[in-house]
């Protein structure tokens, strides 16, 4: 889709309509016949990245690991070779987007919510295995899948306001070895 290109390389915001239909080869007449805004595109763009993701993380070999922490420790791999691509090619369309108008529009925010829940929940449930076999007290799938997020998301962020993947690595880095503690699991 020409829009996650554009938005992912100049933000929602800066990307206009204008420049989707450049993009798209198409008119603005044809813009507006398939989205009555350019709201309704944010929607749309952010729920095709949600299942286009879905999609790529649930078929990933990780997913048939016998050990749920080893799932787990091979997202946080696959994330890493993500950060090979340039900045914009493993920025998450659904975090760039909420970022810039989480406030002022409740749709794109209600999208984006849905699609940082569906990453929460990959990664919830070879949680929730792990501590089913490796019980650690005070500690839930959930908010360890929110923590995961919470460190995809703020390493992507870092990355772009400093141009470089390393904060984003250094994250998935210190996450692992959070885990690694965790689980009782050394390197």
Same mark, same amino acid.
């Given at each position: =889709?020409?829009?996650?290109?554009? /938005?992912?390389?100049?933000? @929602?915001?800066?990307?206009?309509?204008?420049?989707?239909?450049?993009?798209?080869?198409?008119?603005?007449?044809?813009? @507006?016949?398939?989205?009555?805004?350019?709201?309704?595109?944010?929607?749309?763009?952010?729920?095709?990245?949600?299942?286009?993701?879905?999609?790529?993380?649930?078929?990933?070999?990780?997913?048939?690991?016998? *050990?749920?922490?080893?799932?787990?420790?091979?997202?946080? *791999?696959?994330?890493?070779?993500?950060?090979? =691509?340039?900045?914009?090619?493993?920025?998450? /369309?659904?975090?760039?987007? /909420?970022?810039?108008?989480?406030?002022?529009?409740?749709?794109?925010?209600?999208?984006?919510?849905?699609?940082?829940?569906?990453? /929460?929940?990959?990664?919830?449930?070879?949680? !929730? !295995?792990?501590?089913?076999?490796?019980?650690?007290?005070?500690?839930?799938?959930?908010?360890?899948?929110?923590?995961?997020?919470? !460190?995809?998301?703020?390493?992507?962020?870092?990355?772009?306001?400093?141009?470089?993947?390393?904060?984003?690595?250094?994250? @998935?880095?210190?996450?692992?070895?959070?885990?690694?503690?965790?689980?009782?699991?050394?390197?």
């Amino acid at each position: =889709m020409a829009a996650r290109a554009l /938005v992912r390389h100049k933000g @929602f915001a800066a990307t206009s309509v204008d420049d989707l239909c450049a993009a798209a080869g198409v008119t603005k007449g044809a813009f @507006f016949h398939h989205f009555p805004s350019k709201e309704a595109l944010g929607v749309a763009l952010i729920e095709d990245w949600t299942e286009t993701t879905g999609a790529m993380f649930a078929a990933h070999a990780y997913n048939s690991l016998p *050990d749920p922490l080893d799932r787990v420790l091979a997202y946080l *791999d696959l994330r890493r070779q993500l950060l090979e =691509m340039p900045i914009p090619e493993f920025s998450c /369309v659904a975090g760039t987007t /909420v970022q810039e108008a989480y406030e002022s529009s409740p749709p794109i925010r209600a999208a984006a919510a849905a699609s940082i829940r569906s990453g /929460v929940d990959h990664v919830r449930a070879h949680l !929730a !295995a792990a501590l089913a076999a490796h019980p650690v007290a005070g500690v839930t799938a959930e908010s360890l899948g929110r923590m995961v997020q919470v !460190a995809v998301q703020g390493g992507i962020v870092l990355a772009k306001a400093l141009d470089d993947p390393a904060p984003a690595r250094e994250a @998935f880095d210190h996450l692992e070895r959070y885990l690694r503690l965790l689980f009782g699991r050394p390197a």
